[in-house]
């Protein structure tokens, strides 16, 4: 059985985006991107909903032929590419970069997905991310929490149908102070 983390950059009062989708708040350093890109490239796949999938398909297919693209960014554009993605829409046309779409039950796709043999999985996207949640799928939370009270916009947490205790595995400190807080659900 594969392990499923849920893993976004989240605002000190729990937001993923402020209001009208403004995500100019969580740009990484260079330091908490090269995490992302080891993160990336321990990942056996990325499941996204579609505003994430937006989002992440407008920059990265061409992220490393950018100008002043980094070394880092580069890296990332690269593994981004060929890393395994699933996009779960309803109303996304077409998908590419190694990349398929699922238009039925996200729920039933992703317990299938996790309870195949491989490398863990990370989910993005709030909605999705929820569903997952509700579903019990999700085993472990990692929020890159930024210094930053946003008051409104998408939050990282949906509701739930009841409470789900949580483990405190890891803390890091990183530039611009971004804290990473990773917890595992107890079973």
Not at 15 to 28: C, E, K, L, N, T
Not at 75 to 87: D, F, G, H, N, S
Not at 122 to 141: K, P, V
Request: glycine content about 8%; hydrophobic content about 40%.
């Amino acid at each position: 059985m594969r392990k499923l983390t849920y893993l976004m950059n989240v605002s000190l009062d729990g937001y993923i985006a402020a209001a009208g989708d403004d995500i100019a708040w969580s740009v990484p350093s260079d330091e908490l991107h090269q995490w992302f890109n080891d993160q990336t490239r321990e990942s056996g796949g990325s499941l996204y909903g579609r505003k994430l999938w937006e989002v992440m398909s407008a920059y990265w297919p061409t992220g490393d032929e950018q100008p002043g693209a980094t070394p880092i960014e580069i890296e990332y554009a690269r593994l981004w590419r060929e890393k395994p993605k699933v996009v779960f829409s309803s109303t996304v046309e077409k998908v590419d970069w190694n990349t398929r779409l699922v238009r039925g039950d996200a729920v039933a796709e992703i317990a299938r997905l996790k309870a195949e043999d491989g490398a863990p999985l990370d989910i993005g996207g709030a909605t999705l991310a929820g569903a997952a949640m509700r579903a019990g799928l999700i085993d472990e939370y990692l929020l890159m929490t930024a210094p930053v009270l946003v008051g409104g916009g998408t939050p990282f947490f949906s509701a739930l149908d009841s409470w789900v205790n949580l483990r405190l595995t890891e803390t890091r400190r990183f530039p611009d102070d971004i804290v990473l807080l990773r917890y595992e659900v107890k079973h």
